[in-house]
């Protein structure tokens, strides 16, 4: 069956920075929010097999699955290439995901993070599109689809090989949209020319364009005072055509109420706030910051325990106020505390071959210990 693309929220709740404390999820609070998103009429989850190393799967079943009719939602999770090696893993994990939401079959199911090298060449090798396929006949699949994170070359690639694909999730936002590394307006013009329906990841670049600079902030509140940095993120990404729905990885109460007020009273960008939104990515690109969005995917694999998206930010601090080293210093001793220095990175090179907006992650450790370990 086709997707019904009348049925489907614009917002989607992505469960993967769900609020913790002490590394622990806060389930009474994701109950809340869970409530909160479906009291406004929208239903869409969306988790991982690897989000909150597993425990964000768990969490849907407790707050949601437990707690409300299977029929008035719908699940997208994933396949992770990474943690399979021979055919017989896709099985294991998809019963062990089934397992962990406390449901028998999966709305939206997702092969992650597809990207040239590594991850495609597995879905390749271990015959994961027909598997899809196959469980999309067993019912166990309703819509089966991808995560991306590759070339516009590739994703041409893939989906002439692959008709049977219903729907594309991709990375966009304002800031990405002519990030030559991501390149997310290519993709966009790709699926909208083929008319497949996208999901929109990172609208909002991992919180990133939600604690902008007070300079940044002030262009867009001269636009529209009355607007938050994260609605202009969100509807800038909405206002466009083809957007099916838009995942906002919501941590905390407030946030979710900001993200229903700005899609219950849907106001697309006008000109003023689209020139706005534009001064602030030219002014972006000049000051060459980390594009780090915090995802974590790099974290598990290091073996000097260092905490890479945490330590950015810190760099990231510095490289916009090259004079004042004192608070980012401060920052990246407490991150650092208990956990690895940048001046321990051996250079092992796993960080980058997993890292989604694929940064010179052992480059950057040198440039830390040069500004924030003197
Ligand atoms: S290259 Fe450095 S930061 Fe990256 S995983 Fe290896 S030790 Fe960790
Ligand atoms: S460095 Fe890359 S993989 Fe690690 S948190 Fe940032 S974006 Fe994600």
Not at 235 to 258: C, H, N, W, Y
Not at 314 to 342: C, H, M, S, W
Request: charged share 25%.
């Amino acid at each position: 069956m086709a997707i019904d693309l009348t049925k489907m929220p614009k917002l989607g709740f992505g469960m993967m920075r769900l609020p913790c404390e002490n590394d622990v999820i806060q389930i009474d609070r994701v109950c809340e929010m869970v409530d909160a998103y479906l009291e406004a009429g929208l239903n869409y989850f969306d988790t991982a097999y690897v989000y909150h190393g597993g425990k964000s799967e768990t969490a849907i079943r407790e707050a949601l699955v437990k707690r409300h009719n299977r029929s008035d939602y719908m699940i997208a999770d994933k396949l992770p290439a990474w943690s399979m090696k021979v055919e017989a893993d896709r099985d294991k994990i998809f019963n062990e995901q089934l397992e962990r939401l406390g449901t028998d079959y999966i709305d939206f199911y997702l092969l992650h993070s597809l990207e040239d090298g590594n991850n495609y060449d597995t879905y390749e090798r271990l015959d994961c599109f027909n598997w899809g396929i196959e469980k999309k006949k067993e019912g166990k699949i309703k819509h089966f689809g991808f995560s991306y994170h590759g070339t516009p070359e590739l994703l041409n690639e893939v989906l002439d090989k692959h008709p049977e694909i219903e729907f594309v999730q991709i990375q966009l936002n304002y800031a990405d949209w002519n990030n030559p590394v991501v390149q997310s307006g290519k993709l966009y013009e790709i699926l909208h020319e083929r008319n497949i329906p996208m999901i929109i990841m990172e609208p909002v670049k991992g919180g990133r364009l939600a604690s902008l600079e007070p300079e940044f902030d002030a262009i867009l509140k001269a636009a529209n005072p009355d607007k938050s940095q994260a609605s202009f993120a969100l509807r800038f990404v909405a206002s466009l055509p083809g957007v099916m729905t838009i995942l906002s990885g919501m941590s905390s109460e407030d946030q979710m109420k900001d993200n229903l007020n700005t899609f219950t009273n849907f106001e697309p960008l006008n000109q003023t706030e689209k020139e706005a939104v534009d001064k602030v990515v030219q002014k972006m690109t000049d000051l060459d910051l980390v594009e780090c969005t915090s995802c974590r995917y790099c974290c598990d694999g290091c073996p000097s325990n260092i905490n890479i998206p945490e330590i950015f930010k810190a760099l990231n601090t510095i490289r916009l106020y090259p004079g004042d080293d004192f608070r980012p210093k401060n920052f990246y001793q407490k991150v650092t505390e208990g956990a690895g220095k940048a001046s321990e990175c051996i250079s092992c090179g796993q960080c980058e071959s997993v890292c989604p907006q694929h940064l010179a992650i052992p480059s950057l450790m040198d440039e830390v210990v040069q500004k924030l370990e003197s």
